[in-house]
Protein backbone atom coordinates (compact mmCIF):
# COMPACT_ATOMS: atom_id res chain seq x y z
CA UNK A 1 0.00 0.00 0.00
CA UNK A 2 1.51 3.24 -1.03
CA UNK A 3 0.59 6.39 1.51
CA UNK A 4 1.00 10.23 0.70
CA UNK A 5 1.52 12.49 4.07
CA UNK A 6 0.50 16.26 4.21
CA UNK A 7 1.13 18.47 6.85
CA UNK A 8 0.03 22.15 7.98
CA UNK A 9 -3.04 22.04 5.97
CA UNK A 10 -4.80 25.41 6.34
CA UNK A 11 -8.60 25.12 7.21
CA UNK A 12 -9.22 27.50 4.29
CA UNK A 13 -7.86 25.14 1.80
CA UNK A 14 -10.22 22.22 2.96
CA UNK A 15 -12.97 24.47 3.86
CA UNK A 16 -13.54 23.30 7.47
CA UNK A 17 -13.11 25.34 11.00
CA UNK A 18 -9.73 24.18 11.88
CA UNK A 19 -6.22 23.97 10.70
CA UNK A 20 -5.44 20.00 10.10
CA UNK A 21 -2.28 18.96 11.22
CA UNK A 22 -1.62 15.62 9.06
CA UNK A 23 -3.76 13.79 6.19
CA UNK A 24 -2.80 11.04 5.02
CA UNK A 25 -4.11 9.11 1.53
CA UNK A 26 -3.59 5.60 1.86
CA UNK A 27 -3.50 3.71 -1.98
CA UNK A 28 -4.42 0.52 -2.95
CA UNK A 29 -2.14 -1.72 -6.31
CA UNK A 30 -4.87 0.20 -8.72
CA UNK A 31 -3.94 3.92 -7.42
CA UNK A 32 -7.45 4.25 -6.11
CA UNK A 33 -7.73 6.21 -2.05
CA UNK A 34 -8.75 3.44 0.07
CA UNK A 35 -7.88 5.06 3.40
CA UNK A 36 -7.74 8.80 4.71
CA UNK A 37 -6.85 9.72 7.98
CA UNK A 38 -6.79 13.00 9.26
CA UNK A 39 -5.41 14.82 12.64
CA UNK A 40 -6.13 17.56 14.19
CA UNK A 41 -4.39 18.58 17.80
CA UNK A 42 -6.28 21.20 20.21
CA UNK A 43 -5.39 22.48 23.32
CA UNK A 44 -9.36 21.89 25.19
CA UNK A 45 -11.45 19.55 25.34
CA UNK A 46 -14.13 21.62 24.45
CA UNK A 47 -13.04 22.27 21.21
CA UNK A 48 -12.29 18.80 20.94
CA UNK A 49 -15.68 17.49 21.60
CA UNK A 50 -17.33 20.41 19.19
CA UNK A 51 -14.93 18.95 16.19
CA UNK A 52 -15.79 15.37 17.37
CA UNK A 53 -19.44 16.30 17.42
CA UNK A 54 -19.68 17.71 13.91
CA UNK A 55 -17.84 14.66 12.42
CA UNK A 56 -20.06 12.46 14.38
CA UNK A 57 -23.14 14.35 12.92
CA UNK A 58 -22.40 14.65 9.64
CA UNK A 59 -21.64 11.04 9.13
CA UNK A 60 -24.64 10.28 11.36
CA UNK A 61 -26.83 12.07 9.14
CA UNK A 62 -25.56 10.45 5.78
CA UNK A 63 -24.61 6.56 6.70
CA UNK A 64 -27.03 6.32 10.11
CA UNK A 65 -25.99 6.13 14.12
CA UNK A 66 -22.72 4.56 14.82
CA UNK A 67 -22.39 1.01 14.94
CA UNK A 68 -19.83 1.64 18.66
CA UNK A 69 -19.39 3.72 20.76
CA UNK A 70 -16.49 4.05 23.41
CA UNK A 71 -15.70 6.56 26.34
CA UNK A 72 -17.94 9.37 27.94
CA UNK A 73 -18.59 12.45 26.01
CA UNK A 74 -18.20 15.19 27.83
CA UNK A 75 -15.43 17.49 27.83
CA UNK A 76 -14.73 16.86 32.10
CA UNK A 77 -14.21 13.51 31.22
CA UNK A 78 -12.15 13.87 27.97
CA UNK A 79 -9.92 16.72 29.72
CA UNK A 80 -9.48 14.61 33.29
CA UNK A 81 -6.66 12.21 32.14
CA UNK A 82 -4.27 11.20 30.18
CA UNK A 83 -4.99 9.15 27.32
CA UNK A 84 -9.00 9.57 28.45
CA UNK A 85 -10.59 8.92 24.95
CA UNK A 86 -14.02 8.98 23.11
CA UNK A 87 -14.61 6.93 20.09
CA UNK A 88 -17.44 6.78 17.71
CA UNK A 89 -17.47 4.15 14.96
CA UNK A 90 -18.79 3.29 11.49
CA UNK A 91 -18.65 -0.09 10.10
CA UNK A 92 -20.06 -1.52 7.17
CA UNK A 93 -19.00 -4.93 5.02
CA UNK A 94 -16.86 -2.20 2.77
CA UNK A 95 -16.30 0.66 4.54
CA UNK A 96 -15.37 1.74 8.42
CA UNK A 97 -14.99 5.41 9.96
CA UNK A 98 -13.67 6.09 13.24
CA UNK A 99 -13.90 9.66 14.79
CA UNK A 100 -11.57 9.51 18.23
CA UNK A 101 -10.56 12.32 20.38
CA UNK A 102 -7.39 11.16 23.31
CA UNK A 103 -5.74 13.48 25.28
CA UNK A 104 -2.36 13.36 25.15
CA UNK A 105 -1.33 15.83 28.10
CA UNK A 106 -3.12 18.87 29.81
CA UNK A 107 -2.55 21.21 26.62
CA UNK A 108 -3.20 19.08 23.49
CA UNK A 109 -6.14 16.41 22.55
CA UNK A 110 -5.72 15.18 19.35
CA UNK A 111 -8.74 14.29 17.41
CA UNK A 112 -8.18 11.73 14.43
CA UNK A 113 -10.57 11.18 11.51
CA UNK A 114 -9.94 7.68 9.79
CA UNK A 115 -11.87 6.17 6.94
CA UNK A 116 -10.85 2.83 4.98
CA UNK A 117 -12.39 0.95 1.82
CA UNK A 118 -12.61 -2.61 2.50
CA UNK A 119 -12.41 -4.41 -0.75
CA UNK A 120 -14.66 -7.31 -0.93
Same mark, same amino acid.
Given at each position: /? =?? %?????? #????? +? *? @?????S?????????????????????????????????? /? =?? %???L?? #????? +? *? @????????????????????????????????????????????????
Open positions: /T =AT %TRCTAI #PAAAL +G *T @PHDVDLLFQFDSGNHVVGLSAEINLSSAEEALQVLNAAS /T =AL %TTSGP #PTSQH +G *T @PSAEWLGAGALNQVQYEYRFLDYRAQLIATRFRSDRIKVRQVVQSIPR
